[in-house]
Nanobody, 123 residues
Framework: QVQLVESGGGLVQAGGSRRLSCAAS????????MAWFRQAPGKEREFVAV???????IHTSSVKGRFTISRDNAKNTVYLQMNSLKVEDTAVYYC?????????????????WGQGTQVTVSS
């Protein structure tokens, strides 16, 4: 059974940092792009960042320079380092894995999802 399990969420003050982890089990995702999305209350799920199998990454403009996606294929884990957090970063953060060769900012292209982890940034 394939599982993606996020961890690292919580309450943080504006300007602070948080590191999210997403551990995959049930199969290896070393050949797959892995992504982070987020969803705030009343809003659609939003792309945050994606990383290819060999480490190339894309970050959405609102987090560029503040967030960094990375992966450790040996641990089957992807990370999201979040610095200089803002109140508007408050959301449930989801990791996702897509088919090999897929690099996309659309949630429709990802077929494995974690349960999400809440990040709340206070002012």
């Amino acid at each position: 059974q394939v599982q993606l399990v996020e961890s690292g969420g919580g309450l943080v003050q504006a300007g602070g940092s948080r590191r999210l982890s997403c551990a995959a089990s049930g199969r290896t995702f070393s050949n797959n792009a892995m992504a982070w999305f987020r969803q705030a209350p009343g809003k659609e799920r939003e792309f945050v960042a994606v990383i290819t199998w060999n480490g190339a990454s894309i970050h959405t403009s609102s987090v560029k320079g503040r967030f960094t996606i990375s992966r450790d294929n040996a641990k089957n884990t992807v990370y999201l380092q979040m610095n200089s957090l803002k109140v508007e970063d408050t959301a449930v953060y989801y990791c996702a894995a897509g088919p090999p060769g897929t690099v996309s900012d659309s949630p429709l292209h990802y077929n494995y999802w974690g349960q999400g982890t809440q990040v709340t940034v206070s002012s």
